[in-house]
């Protein structure tokens, strides 16, 4: 981190206050990226700050319907929780969030509905989904500004009941738009027609939310289809001119009684510029193609089929099985902001609503409780937008925060942490070309790769312990190196090594590049204060663990808010 973004970061960490319950609060003055539980760091973002929310929260959608409602007993590891696994289940944190949605602390919609879907679903891993979402909404609802609204992401699995959900936290009234979105255009299902699209469920803050109508390029076989006649202006189509609701003046016009969508005077005028089409029973509005392709096409509705999904061959591809097109994330936040206005993306996974909001010149919020996500998203920003700024927040700083790390969840954020900085990629990721899982890794945590001269991709084995460590340790680590049939072998360590250890690191042969032959240590040692310093290790250059995203441009150079 550079002096400026050091010193921005120490001004945002020094300018937390505290609110009544005694959190400290953050005061949003930049763009940041937040590691842990979402849950944890939306109780302390302020009250009615936020204009738009997006969230893609994980779901196993690809699971069987009713292995969802399965009965669960004893408590695993929730490490699996803190990855891009869509995975839920009933333990004794879903008992104390229940014991909180039931209680005096939220609204009686809330409770009642917290205790009905306890009853029709029982402790299934569904219910736990549901209490895991319901209570994150409600500081979502909190964060909100009062012309804010929230765009949820789901499927069919779970869409009716977190609509239910939305409308205890939102209320009823507020619930906007389901929006459908067709993902596929085939998709075979054996036994019940195939599923091709996503739920967005739209809800407002109030009555009074900010939103702008969004326009789609009209298809060439809709044009083909509806824009029929002709004259002297070019193609139109014929629309309707029934009121709104069936309500609306009643007069005669060209011999035909009944409500009329304008009043008499509108309608005698839109004759007069030769827009009424009277050739049919009853006079109809003629639309031009050409006025409305200058527009940008017809309204958007309720169903998007226009927008397809981030397919093998997409240019913004990275290789996250659940990601989502620009385009979509484009739709929503023009819909929902304006320049300047705040985004969060509480699940925000590998960053696409962050990439956007940038794109569209918002300022952006994101929150991950994996260190992959974080390392995807700055990787991803770094060669979107080269000169972005914005700071991260959660990952270690010092030696002291790194010791808190490694005593969560078995070590693995620490793991993750430590395999981001050096640009690694994680074992059981889904670009993991050995498909090794978590929890199998065979003495492997992480992997690094580089190519030679002739092409032949050699690998780089990673270990990161944060325990203790002795020199049985580079030992094993030098029989992974053997048995995965890797060129060079990399271990992390929280605590300082033993003069063994890097004797045995000394003792061991080194590797010769075939093409340069330039000689790398085979084995390497580097702490966690050395990761903290920014110490890298010695390798050839390596391919990079995530794919570039293209470098976009921004909407405008405009800019709204204190930072720009």
Known sequence: ???????????????????????????????VLFYGDNLDILKRVPDESIDLIYLDPP????????VLFKEVSGEKSTAQKQAFSDFWEWDSATTRTY????????????????????????QSDMTAYLFMMTIRLTELHR??????????????????????????????????????????????????????????????????????????????????????????????????????????????????KRAWRYTREKMLQLEKDGRIYTDSTIPRLKRYLEEIEAKGGAAVHEI????????????ERLGFQTQKPEALLERIIKAGSDKGDWVLDPFCGCGTAIEVSEKLNRHWVGIDITFLALNIITDRMRHSFPRARFDTMGDPKDLESARDLAKKDNGYPLQEWALMKIQAR?????????????????????????????????????????????????RELRDTVTRQNASMGIFITLEEPTSEMIKEVKATDPFMHPTWQHEYPRLQILTVQDLLDGKMPDTPPTISSFKEAPIARRASRERNGTLF
């Open 1 to 31: 981190m550079d002096r400026k973004n050091e010193s921005r970061l120490h001004n945002l960490l020094n300018s937390e206050r505290h609110d009544s319950t005694g959190l400290r609060q953050i005061a949003l003055q930049g763009n």
């Open 59 to 66: 779901f196993n959608s690809k699971a069987d319907y009713n």
């Open 99 to 122: 014991a909180y949605l039931t209680g005096n602390e939220v609204n009686n919609r809330v409770a009642t509905v917290a205790e009905s879907l306890h009853q029709i679903l029982g």
């Open 143 to 256: 964060v909100l500004k009062p012309t804010g609204s929230l765009w949820l992401h789901c499927d069919s699995t779970a869409s009716h009941y977190l609509k239910v959900v939305l409308d205890a936290v939102f209320g009823v009234e507020n619930f906007r738009n389901e929006i459908i979105w067709k993902r596929f255009n085939f998709h075979a299902d054996a036994r019940r027609f195939g599923k091709v699209g996503d739920r967005i469920l739209f809800y407002s803050k109030t009555k009074d939310y900010k939103f702008n109508r969004q326009w789609a390029p009209l298809k060439e076989s809709y044009k083909a289809s509806h824009f029929t006649h002709s004259d002297e202006r070019g193609k139109f189509t014929l629309d309707n001119l029934n009121p709104p609701a069936g309500r609306g003046p009643v007069y005669e016009f060209h011999g035909v």
């Open 304 to 315: 998007w089929d226009d927008i397809p999904a981030v397919n093998s061959q997409a240019k």
């Open 426 to 474: 994680p074992i059981g990721s889904s670009s993991d070309p050995d498909h090794v899982k978590r929890g199998a890794d065979k003495g492997v945590d992480g992997w690094m790769r580089f190519a030679d001269g002739d092409g032949n991709i050699h690998k780089i084995v990673i270990q990161v312990k944060g325990g203790h460590v002795g020199v049985s340790k580079i």
